[in-house]
């Protein structure tokens, strides 16, 4: 018997090893296995397939040890993790890399043990002394921690050295990761669990009262817990650790570790059915009407209709069915806010996956929807990979959202197509669900392939926010031409909305406080080192940021190219915003919603929190407020620099642009309809702006759908876009010239490129792209994507172009 396994490697092709007899009716597709790889690297892989085909082209190495006793991805997983490889142009490794949570990944990390005893002496160089010294310290230490001790480039030597010597031995053992938390439990004694026994302790310890409260908190906690732990005990009691120590001598107590769940149960109670309006009715009515004909049902509905009571009510009964469900969001902002609502509907058969837990709380969910527990699983991209037993529904809520396309690192999927296939293994159907949809889905529905539903009102008939388009000319400083950053009568909107109790959101896509820092004498502008942008002020670290790679510098007073010192900040980011508006209104609580304030684990559901309870009355953000936030209390939305959304230069600038600013606009007048928002824009006459005015997606769509057509763009072409990087310019340039050259022979393509990407050079990588219009047939896009593979290798084969990355983007977004 062979084996076919999935390493976590960026190799082309799946290893085959032996499955020596003893584990031959052991072994099943899905378990991980511990295998060989070159003379002594030691890896963890999955099973993906068994067979009886021997390959020729290579020695067969056995599996050296089975590490499960059940598969950790089932049948469907594996298929589903094939067909992304295969799609997405990525190899199974990074699929694997991906899927699997980082615990359930072994660490392969070879050690270096010391084996000469204390007294040796042997001649070693500086840096074979300083390495050896460590280890006669430690006993033991990685081949990182050496790197670390004696740098990169003396590793070889000293890792040489030490083995000539026969100083050190190589310990190269895969370990298990993930490991249970324990906590200390309290047990009452066998003798003392009939009353009588009791009631005879408590006269016994009646000197003692410390104790006795000890034992009275157990009782009380027992009573609600079945269980207790130390640390609540103690708690509860105002004990030490000495007093709980003397009954467990009394034999009273015994202390033992029990393996303890990271996700405890919450203790939730669950909310009845909440029914539906008329409108509602009828779109669900629509809704299941089209999922018996089609396995996909566009939900069009406008912000605040209602679509998460449709959602819940579908979701209900899959759950009936004895099916799971899943439940896709965009981003964990919003993940965060429907939460709460869907506890209260589903408790404890909800489960949660996303980014911010821990390595150790993914495996423990990862576990629960393998085994059932959870029913529900609400989360972004990632909740994609999760081991379904029986997936009844898939709901990918806002699926017009750029933030369901993984961007770096590979695979590149996109996870509203993915979980369109994902579905089609279970034989389950998806709701896509959106008040903006993509024109992906809008055209998809036109051609018959999807089903379609919509909400045309708000909830129980509450009117759609009205837009204004004002002009910031007025605003700006007549000597030096910078633009105001709050028109008059975005703050009067606010004053007024605040004299009446309400809430603000103003919305500027960019973070930070000045995007960039410019000298007003000879124009120089602060550039990373690094990347071939601008460098971010931000004001809470005093420094210039680029969001790229992370650099930081400090803030330029004199000009370098000039000598100037008439430096000046350009543009606002939210960081400025919050600053000018908490002058503007004093009396105000400002809070902001961006990456480098949401950093914190916690600090998404303290900021809804506090938002819930009237705490902040402004809140300035980027893009994360635009997900989906509902706030009663929310009547005024600002954008701040609509200008700067309509001019990037892509295909899909207008349609992101009507995404954006529609989906923010919703956010006000949602429970009584008194919504106001104020686009702030020069280009007052922008079709587009027109289009959001008037909350027309149609309008929009027919127009959008014309100039796709014509310039041959999705949804009637495919695309592929091809990346070259490398430290060398004329490198990645020659590179994309013999893709592009190899490219031309190909039918039934189109070609535009090579050239410098949008941003040209990040992390001193400097960067080459070519786009592919491809036919949407997927039996004409199959040789496209062959020969890509077969071309790439042919480039890193040439002489000199073996560092060249080469990445491709299938549906970039």
Not at 162 to 181: F, G
Not at 235 to 258: C, G, M, N, Y
Not at 305 to 330: D, R, V
């Amino acid at each position: 018997m062979f084996a076919d396994i999935i390493l976590p490697l960026n190799l082309p092709q799946l290893l085959t090893y032996g499955v020596p007899i003893e584990m031959q009716e052991l072994l099943k597709p899905g378990m991980r296995v511990e295998v060989a790889l070159g003379k002594n690297k030691q890896y963890s892989g999955i099973v993906e397939r068994l067979h009886n085909e021997k390959p020729e082209a290579y020695m067969v190495k056995p599996i050296r040890n089975i590490i499960d006793e059940a598969p950790v991805a089932n049948e469907k997983q594996l298929k589903f993790w094939r067909w992304i490889g295969e799609y997405y142009m990525s190899a199974p490794g990074e699929v694997m890399q991906a899927a699997l949570p980082a615990h359930l990944k072994l660490m392969g990390e070879t050690r270096l043990q010391w084996i000469a005893g204390e007294d040796v002496q042997i001649n070693l160089s500086d840096e074979g002394y300083i390495a050896a010294e460590a280890l006669q310290i430690k006993g033991e230490i990685t081949i990182s921690e050496l790197r670390e001790i004696v740098g990169y480039r003396q590793l070889a030597a000293v890792l040489n050295e030490l083995l000539e010597h026969e100083v050190i031995r190589i310990n190269d053992e895969l370990e298990q990761s993930y490991k249970p938390r324990k906590e200390r439990i309290v047990v009452l004694a066998e003798v003392y669990k009939e009353e009588q026994a009791l009631m005879h302790l408590f006269d016994r310890l009646a000197r003692a009262p410390k104790q006795l409260e000890l034992i009275m908190a157990y009782t009380e906690l027992n009573i609600k817990k079945g269980y207790v732990r130390q640390v609540d005990l103690l708690d509860r009691a105002k004990a030490t650790a000495s007093h709980l120590k003397a009954l467990v001598e009394k034999d009273v107590f015994s202390i033992k570790e029990q393996e303890i769940d990271r996700l405890p149960a919450k203790d939730i109670p669950i909310t009845k059915e909440v029914a539906f309006t008329p409108v509602q009715q009828v779109a669900y009515d629509d809704l299941n009407k089209g999922l018996n004909e089609k396995n996909v049902a566009l939900l069009q509905g406008v912000t605040g209709s209602g679509k998460t009571l449709l959602y819940i009510h579908k979701i209900q009964e899959c759950i009936n069915q004895g099916k799971q469900a899943l439940l896709l969001l965009p981003e964990i902002a919003v993940t965060t806010q429907l939460v709460s609502r869907l506890l209260a509907y589903f408790g404890d058969s909800l489960g949660v996956y996303h980014s911010h837990f821990s390595n150790n709380e993914r495996v423990e969910i990862w576990e629960k929807v393998r085994k059932g527990i959870y029913k529900v699983v609400v989360g972004p991209r990632s909740a994609l990979w999760l081991p379904y037993n029986t997936l009844g529904i898939v709901i990918i809520d806002e699926e017009h959202d750029g933030s369901y396309k993984q961007r770096d690192p590979a695979p590149r999927f996109h996870a509203r197509d993915a979980a369109i296939y994902l579905a089609a293994l279970y034989e389950s159907k998806v709701i896509l669900g959106s008040a903006t949809p993509s024109l992906e889905s809008l055209y998809n529905v036109q051609q018959g392939k999807y089903a379609y539903a919509s909400l045309k009102d708000r909830y129980m008939g509450v009117k759609m926010p009205e837009i204004e388009l004002v002009s910031p000319r007025s605003t700006d400083t007549a000597k030096t031409k910078t633009p105001g950053i709050l028109t008059p009568q975005l703050q009067q909107a606010i004053l007024e909305a605040l004299a009446h109790k309400k809430q603000v959101i103003l919305f500027q896509n960019r973070r930070g406080y000045s995007p960039f820092q410019q000298c007003t004498v000879c124009g120089w502008v602060a550039q990373c080192t690094n990347c071939a942008v601008s460098l971010t002020y931000h004001k809470s670290t005093g420094k210039l940021h680029c969001h790229y790679c992370g650099l930081k510098a400090a803030l330029t007073h004199a000009c370098p190219s000039c000598g100037s010192s008439s430096m000046s900040s350009k543009s606002f980011g939210t960081e400025k915003i919050e600053e000018e508006v908490q002058q503007l209104f004093p009396k105000a609580k400002v809070a902001r919603m961006d990456v480098d304030s949401m950093r914190k684990k916690n600090s998404m559901a303290e900021l809804f929190e506090n938002l819930q309870k009237h705490k902040v009355d402004i809140l300035v953000g980027t893009q994360m407020v635009v997900k989906g936030l509902d706030f009663a209390s929310v009547s005024l939305v600002g954008i701040l620099s609509a200008d700067s959304i309509l001019s990037f230069p892509d295909f899909r600038v207008n349609e992101r642009a009507f995404q954006l600013m529609e989906q923010v606009s919703g956010r006000a007048g949602r429970a009584d309809g008194e919504g106001r928002v104020i686009i702030q824009t020069y280009n007052l006459q922008h079709p587009t702006l027109q289009w959001v005015k008037e909350h027309n997606v149609s309008a929009f769509y027919r127009s959008e759908i014309k100039f796709r057509e014509m310039f041959g763009y999705p949804p009637f072409t495919r695309l592929i876009k091809i990346i070259f990087r490398h430290k060398d310019e004329a490198k990645a340039m020659a590179a994309a010239g013999l893709m592009a050259q190899g490219l031309l022979t190909m039918p039934h393509v189109t070609v535009q490129g090579p050239g410098p990407a949008v941003v040209a050079r990040i992390r001193d990588q400097y960067i080459q792209e070519i786009w592919m219009k491809c036919p949407k047939d997927n039996k004409q896009m199959e040789p496209v994507k062959e020969f890509l593979k077969t071309q790439k290798q042919y480039i890193l084969n040439q002489r000199g172009y073996s560092n060249v990355q080469i990445v491709f983007d299938v549906d970039p977004a």
